[in-house]
Structures are given as structure tokens and as C-alpha cells.
């Protein structure tokens, strides 16, 4: 069974930086892309970021580039999102998401839908 465990998330004031991490159990995502993804109420989830096999690639949202960082860490099937610098409009439940694609287009960076998903972690920016 395929489990996608996310942690990190809390409270934090606006301008500080939380990290999430994300742990895949069950298969191996080696070879695929590894994501996050994040929801507000009543919004579609969109896209966040997502990294390719071995940290060879990375793709951001294009508003989010400069202030998050996503990594694949040292252990097998395990991602970071570094979030700096946040704001009040970052607040949502972020995902961690497996198996999944990006385009790149000059103008956004679309995914299609992942076959694997976290529960969700929450984060709250305060103003």
C-alpha cells in the first residue's frame, strides 16, 4: 500500500519560513516526479512545485519561484518544500503528491493529476 506522510506544517507569522517534508512508503518514486500541491477553501488545488529523479529538475508555480525550494533529501522517496519569506496568501493544506506530469509553458507550469496524494498538512500565515 502506497503512503504519502507530509509534516511540517503549523503556524507561522508572515515574512518566516516553515519546511515540510513529505516520506513515500510502498513503492519507489525514484523515477518519478514528486510534488506539492495546496488548497484553499473553496478553490481547485493547484500546483506548487515538483522535482524529477535525483534532483535533476525542479518546477515551481511561477508565482512562488524565489521563495520555495523543493529538495529530494538523502533518504529514499522523501521531499522538502523550504517556504520563505510567507504571506497570509500562502495559507492552505499542502499535499504531497507522487507520479504525475509538468508542462512548462512561457506563461505557467501545468501538472496533470497525480496518482498518489498525502493527507494534507496545514499552514497558517498570519498577518
Known amino acids: 500500500q502506497v503512503q504519502l506522510i507530509e509534516s511540517g506544517g503549523g503556524l507561522v507569522q508572515a515574512g518566516g519560513s516553515l519546511r515540510l517534508s513529505c516520506a513515500a512508503s510502498g513503492r519507489s518514486f525514484s523515477g518519478s516526479l514528486m510534488g506539492w500541491f495546496r488548497q484553499t477553501p473553496g478553490k481547485e488545488r493547484e500546483f506548487v512545485a515538483a522535482?524529477?529523479?535525483?534532483?535533476?529538475?525542479?518546477y515551481y508555480a511561477n508565482s512562488l519561484k524565489g521563495r520555495f525550494t523543493i529538495s529530494r533529501d538523502a533518504a529514499p522517496n522523501t521531499v522538502s518544500l523550504q517556504m520563505d519569506s510567507l504571506r497570509p496568501e500562502d495559507t492552505a493544506v499542502y499535499y504531497c503528491?507522487?507520479?504525475?506530469?509538468?508542462?512548462?509553458?512561457?506563461?505557467?507550469?501545468?501538472?496533470?493529476?497525480?496518482?498518489?496524494w498525502g493527507q494534507g498538512t496545514r499552514v497558517a500565515v498570519s498577518s
Open positions: 503528491a507522487a507520479d504525475f506530469a509538468v508542462e512548462v509553458t512561457t506563461v505557467v507550469v501545468v501538472s496533470t493529476t497525480p496518482n498518489y
Open positions: 522535482i524529477g529523479r535525483s534532483g535533476g529538475s525542479t
